[in-house]
């Protein structure tokens, strides 16, 4: 059984592009996650994917969209990057049943903008 | 608002010794806190967790405490072994409800060094 599964692994982009990253979440998990983590400090929350909606979101700016697909996988679109950007992008899920607020990470896309 | 505190920052010990890591958090409608282990490039991963129906939870040389009238949580690992070396962090769920299952607010993490 896969746990959950990002890509691309890494991922270098100037200021002004835009980026989609993709997440796939553990079988048997219908919720996604996802944070930012920067270097030296905690993940921080972007937003959650439920359903194919955004049912909470933290504090990033519009810049920063996503969207789940009726299969449960999950992309996040950065657009107009900047350099501040650059960071670990995680994403988790939780499962469609029990305990719905465990949740449990994958690997991460690191993201450089230059 | 949202604050996890959490300390120290490092902590260095001898293998065997027990390593213990405290936080703090603010938001009394929490109820689930997770401890996550971060290995260097690696994804965090959730150790042990702990609901706010329990004041206590044992894990294999982990355990966790919980004490809600301060909002304060702590983590021990007993014998510690150099594998046990990486960033930890603490965490709460806020939000959960409705159509949410909430998110996870961390704290700064603790660097923990375990010498062989």
């Known amino acids: 059984d896969a746990g959950v599964t990002q890509s691309p692994t890494h991922l270098i982009k100037t200021r002004g592009q835009q980026v989609t990253l993709r997440c796939s979440p553990k079988?048997?998990?219908?919720?996604v996650s996802w944070y930012q983590q920067a270097l030296g400090q905690g993940p921080q929350f972007i937003f959650q994917?439920?359903?194919?909606?955004?049912?909470q979101r933290g504090n990033f700016p519009d810049r920063f969209s996503g969207h789940q697909f009726p299969n449960y996988s999950s992309e996040l679109n950065v657009n107009a990057l900047l350099l501040g950007d650059s960071a670990l992008y995680l994403c988790a899920s939780s499962p469609d049943r029990g305990l719905r607020d465990t949740q449990y990470f994958g690997p991460g896309t690191r993201l450089t903008v230059l | 608002g949202e604050n996890v505190e959490q300390h120290p920052s490092t902590l260095s010990v001898q293998e065997g010794d027990s390593a213990v890591i405290k936080c703090t958090y603010s938001d009394s409608a929490s109820n689930y806190f997770p401890w996550y282990k971060q290995e260097l490039g690696k994804r965090p991963q959730l150790i042990i967790d702990?609901?706010?129906?329990?004041d206590k939870r044992q894990g294999q040389r982990v355990t966790v405490l919980l004490n809600k009238t301060v909002k304060h949580l702590s983590l021990q690992i007993a014998a510690t072994q150099p594998g046990d070396s990486a960033v930890y962090f603490c965490?709460?769920?806020?939000?959960?409800?409705?159509?949410?299952?909430?998110?996870?607010?961390f704290g700064q993490g603790t660097i923990l060094t375990v010498h062989p």
């Open positions: 702990i609901r706010s129906n329990m």
């Open positions: 965490a709460e769920n806020i939000g959960a409800g409705g159509t949410s299952y909430g998110k996870l607010t």
């Open positions: 079988s048997g998990h219908d919720t």
């Open positions: 994917y439920y359903e194919e909606e955004e049912r």
